[in-house]
């Protein structure tokens, strides 16, 4: 099974936040998920991110891949 760290949208319309998940490469964006393992909500001044860091490394270390935007977020 391909693991990819990930956003999911959450929230209204106009109005979103998203988690950052651990799911199957196969699943749709905001299919079922294996772990949340954060937030991000780029709506607030400044923006918030909340990550566990332990566990995103965790799952960096067995081979999920994090997506180009929870990378450019995470740095």
Do not use: Q
């Not at 209204?12 to 905001?30: E, G, L, M, N, W």
């Not at 772990?35 to 960096?60: A, C, H, Q, V």
């Amino acid at each position: 099974m391909a693991t990819v760290i990930r956003l999911t949208r959450m929230g209204r319309k106009k109005k979103p936040f998203y988690r950052i998940v651990v799911t199957d490469s196969r699943k749709r964006r905001d299919g079922g998920w294996i772990e949340s393992i954060g937030y991000y909500n780029p709506l607030t001044n400044p923006k918030t991110l909340k990550i566990d860091t332990e566990r995103f490394d965790y799952w960096k270390s067995v081979g999920a891949k994090p997506s180009e935007r929870v990378t450019r977020i995470t740095k």
